[in-house]
């Protein structure tokens, strides 16, 4: 069956210090303006070099080279660079780069994960192959992680033991190519003492659920990022519907990105629900009710 879920992804690529070549996918960016000077903020994180209005809306701006460790740019390389302003995880950030290059058109099905030797804090999510040249995508999550160290409390969900025992039996499966990501959904039901699994993309995910389903144990709850290299959400979630031995999981899709797109594409692929990442609260909201889905039917 062919997925009715292959969607395209643009990608922006651009150049960091040095002529090093990135790339980031285009939903997540709002508007590209070229640099114009920023005001300093006090007492503000390594990487960010301040504060700018752009169409009314005051943001912070990222010398994204530095942040990473390149070093930061010089004031004369900032007189040609760009700012990308992107719109993830809840937070309007402008990047700073050296060069915008151009778009082009990918498929998740094309970018292949990092290599596992690179270690875990590496800023890249996948490396696609464009022009014969390969291209690392920026781990926006993880970036932000970094200017913006997550509070400790943000994990923490309030729900009554009665939920937390409804929760337990359910056999739940956490899917996000993003370590930043992954810490931040799976902190929650750690902390909850809930029983789950975890995987770093999509196609591992359909092996793990076709596998649980063949000795009798399918997975109930599908909590799967969208952006994935390889099998991405909407994929997942269409495979999972369209094979019966998987079909009654209840899927929930979520995404960085700050669209409506998202959450239409993914009740047209048979997700249950989607949700903007990242809130502890509207997760396990979301897992209730697929636990009540399950009582109910």
Not at 85 to 95: H, P, S
């Amino acid at each position: 069956m062919t997925s009715k879920a292959n969607y395209s992804q643009g990608l922006l690529l651009f150049s960091l210090k040095n002529k090093r070549q990135f790339a980031l996918g285009t939903l997540k960016i709002r508007e590209l303006v070229p640099y114009r000077p920023v005001t300093p903020l006090m007492n503000s994180a390594p990487g960010i070099k301040g504060a700018l209005t752009i169409r009314d809306q005051t943001i912070s701006v990222v010398d994204m080279a530095e942040v990473i460790g390149l070093g930061a740019l010089t004031e004369s390389q900032l007189k040609s660079a760009y700012i990308v302003v992107t719109d993830c995880q809840r937070k309007v950030v402008g990047f700073i780069v050296s060069e915008i290059e151009k778009i082009v058109e990918t498929n998740w099905r094309a970018i292949k994960q990092p290599d596992a030797l690179l270690g875990k804090n590496v800023f890249i999510t996948g490396t696609v192959e464009v022009e014969d040249k390969l291209v690392q995508l920026m781990d926006v999550e993880l970036l932000l992680n970094k200017i913006y160290p997550p509070d400790p409390q943000a994990a923490m969900a309030v729900v009554t033991d009665i939920q937390r025992e409804k929760l337990k039996p359910m056999n739940i499966l956490v899917v996000d190519d993003s370590a930043t990501a992954r810490r931040q959904l799976t902190d929650v039901l750690s902390l909850l003492n809930v029983p789950f699994h975890v995987t770093n993309d999509g196609q591992k995910a359909l092996d793990y659920m076709n596998t649980q389903a063949a000795v009798g144990h399918p997975v109930n709850l599908l909590v799967s990022d969208i952006e994935m290299p390889g099998l991405d959400g909407y994929e997942l979630a269409f495979e999972v519907r369209s094979t019966q031995a998987l079909a009654e999981a209840y899927i929930i899709l979520h995404s960085s990105l700050s669209s409506s797109i998202s959450v239409s594409q993914a009740t047209q692929v048979g997700a249950n629900e989607a949700l903007t990442k990242f809130d502890a609260q509207e997760l396990v909201l979301s897992l209730m009710r697929g636990v009540e889905f399950f009582q109910n039917n």
